[in-house]
Nanobody, 124 residues
C-alpha cells in the first residue's frame, strides 16, 4: 500500500502562483509513476500532469499551456506541481495519484493509489 498526502492548496488571485506537494509513504520502494488530477464542482476528474520513474518522463494536459511544471524529489518521495499564471477555471480539488509502473499516463483508471485532495481556488 502507498499513502499519498497532498498539501499547498489555497486561495490565490488570477495570475498568481501556487506550489502543490504530494508526499508518499508506505511501499514506496517500487517504481511508481505519479500524477496530478483535478476535479471542479459538477465536473469529472481530469488529468493535469504526470511524471515517470526513473527517467522522469513527463506528461501534461493541453490546457496547462506551459503554466504548470511537475517534478519529483526521489529522496523525499515527494512530487510537486508548480502552477503559475493561474486562471479562475483552474479552481478545483487537486488530487495526487500513483501508478505501479515506470511510465506516466493520462488515464485516470491506470492509477492505483489516490490522495484525498487539496483545494485550489483562483479568484478573478
Amino acid at each position: 500500500q502507498v499513502q499519498l498526502v497532498e498539501s499547498g492548496g489555497g486561495l490565490v488571485q488570477a495570475g498568481g502562483s501556487l506550489k502543490l506537494s504530494c508526499a508518499a509513504s508506505g511501499r514506496t520502494g517500487k517504481d511508481y509513476a505519479m500524477g496530478w488530477f483535478r476535479q471542479a464542482p459538477g465536473k469529472e476528474r481530469e488529468f493535469v500532469a504526470a511524471v515517470g520513474r526513473p527517467l522522469s518522463l513527463t506528461l501534461y494536459a493541453d490546457y496547462v499551456e506551459g503554466r504548470f511544471t511537475i517534478s519529483r524529489v526521489k529522496a523525499q518521495n515527494t512530487v510537486h506541481l508548480e502552477m503559475t499564471n493561474l486562471k479562475p477555471e483552474d479552481t478545483a480539488v487537486y488530487y495526487c495519484a500513483a501508478r505501479q509502473s515506470w511510465f506516466p499516463t493520462k488515464e485516470i483508471r491506470e492509477y492505483d493509489y489516490w490522495g484525498r485532495g487539496t483545494q485550489v481556488t483562483v479568484s478573478s
